[in-house]
């Protein structure tokens, strides 16, 4: 129990549905963020928050849309999918951006598109 | 093109002996190296760091060591036991804070009685 819980565990979904991730974090940080790991990829950074703040973007396209309503909470929604956005995504939290400090990931929404 | 590799998807070791698990890096730039560790259905955990400026770190059984010549890095852990058996990411991060990582993409662990 790393302190970061994720919602739902598993989801498969359409192209056409819209869908929620969601993200919380019990530890008392300030940035979160959501990965993207792909088969046989490596994790990919997608989004960064710090202080409720959008600080990172990695050129993710539109149809993933974070929000961040307070610093213990990560929301990613989903609209018209593809079936190569089909990953595990991975909510995680750390202090702050500022410097380096060990990131704290919760479990993973397995997400399928079909 | 991967700047973190882990070149050996999988690993196998007996129960008690030294497990070597390596990682190599091609930016010069990176300055702060972890390993996290991944069970299935459960998201990484943080294990072991090290800066740039050292070239060994410690931690019980665990012991990081870093060559930036050959930018290169390895995770020592000695005795294995099957409680090990993950996969386990490398991950950099480059100076200036942001705290981004960059990851490579796992090698599965198997310690075996």
């Known amino acids: 129990e790393t302190g970061v819980t994720q919602t739902p565990r598993h989801l498969v979904m359409g192209m056409t549905n819209k869908k929620s991730l969601k993200c919380e974090q019990h530890?008392?940080?300030?940035?979160m963020y959501w990965y993207k790991q792909s088969a046989k990829k490596p994790l990919e950074l997608m989004f960064v928050?710090?202080?409720?703040?959008?600080?990172e973007n990695n050129s993710v396209p539109s149809r993933f849309s974070p929000e961040c309503p307070n610093s213990s909470h990560l929301f990613l929604h989903l609209h018209t999918l593809q079936p190569e956005d089909s990953a595990l995504y991975l909510c995680?939290?750390?202090?702050?951006?500022?410097?380096?400090?060990?990131?704290?990931f919760g479990p993973g929404t397995r997400l399928t598109v079909t | 093109d991967q700047q973190v590799k882990q070149n050996s998807p999988s690993l196998s070791v007996q129960e008690g002996r030294i497990s070597i698990l390596n990682c190599d890096y091609t930016?010069?730039?990176?300055?702060?190296f972890l390993w996290y560790k991944k069970y299935p259905a459960e998201g990484p955990t943080f294990l072991i760091s090290?800066?740039?400026?050292?070239d060994k770190n410690e931690d019980g059984r665990f012991t990081v060591f870093l060559n930036k010549s050959a930018k290169h890095l390895s995770l020592h852990i000695v005795p294995s036991q099957p409680g090990d058996s993950a996969v386990y990411f490398c991950?950099?991060?480059?100076?200036?804070?942001?705290?981004?990582?960059?990851f490579g993409t796992g090698t599965q662990l198997k310690v075996e009685l």
């Open positions: 991950a950099a991060s480059l100076g200036g804070g942001g705290n981004k990582l960059t």
């Open positions: 930016n010069s730039m990176f300055d702060y």
């Open positions: 530890l008392g940080h300030n940035a």
């Open positions: 995680a939290s750390s202090q702050s951006t500022g410097g380096v400090n060990e990131q704290y």
């Open positions: 090290i800066s740039s400026i050292k």
């Open positions: 928050y710090s202080l409720e703040e959008r600080v």
